[in-house]
C-alpha cells in the first residue's frame, strides 16, 4: 500500500487523480480542518459548486453516500467513507481578507486561499477561479435563524474521509491556517490517492 503524504501545517498541496481513484484524506492528530477545490482536468472552469452541491443533496451537513457536485451539475466526487461525520461547504477559504475583516489581525497571515492558488498555479488556476471548498472536518454550527458560528472539529486522531472520482481532477487541498477553525492549533493533514478502495485502519 503506498504511503500517505503529508501537508504540513498552514500549508497546501495540490495534485490530479483520475476517474475511480480514491482519495483519503486524514486528520492524523485531531481537531484539524482541510479545505479541499475540485477542477475538472480537462476544463479548469468546471469546478466544485457549494451551492449545486447543496441543491442536488437537499442538505448542508455532507457525510458518506453524499455526493460533491460541479457548477455543470456533474458529479465530482462520491463521499464513500466518513469516519467523523461533520464537514462544511458552506464558508470559503481562509484569505489575508479573513484575518482582517473578521479577526482584526491586519498582520500578514498563512492562509488557505493562498495556498490553494500558491499549489494550484503550476496547472494553470488563478485565484480568482478558486471556489468555496468543501471544508472536511469543519464544524460550522448555526442557529434557528441562521447565525454561523465555528466551533473546534469533532474529529479525532486518526479520523478520515474517503472519496471516490467521478472524473479526471485536479484537487487543492490545505492544512487550514485558521486558528478558530482548528481550535487554536495548527497540525498537519495526510492524504492518499490509490486506485482500489482500501481497507480502513484506526
Partial sequence: MSTAKIIEPQTGAAFKMNKGDILTVIDPMGQQVSDMVLFNSDDQREKISAGKTMDFEECILLTEGNFLWSNRSHKMMEIIEDTNGRNDILLAPCSAETFRIMYKNPEEHPSCLTNLHQNLESYGI??????????????????????????????????????????????????????????????????????????TTR
Fill in 126 to 199: 488563478d485565484m480568482d477561479a478558486i471556489p468555496t471548498a468543501f471544508n472536511i472536518f469543519m464544524n460550522v454550527q448555526f442557529s434557528a435563524l441562521g447565525k454561523l458560528k465555528v466551533l473546534p472539529p469533532t474529529s479525532k486522531a486518526g479520523d478520515l474521509v474517503r472519496f471516490k472520482a467521478h472524473m479526471d481532477l485536479i484537487v487543492g487541498l490545505t492544512a487550514c491556517s485558521a486558528e478558530d477553525s482548528n481550535a487554536g492549533t495548527f497540525k498537519p493533514i495526510h492524504f492518499l490517492v490509490t486506485k482500489e478502495q482500501a481497507t
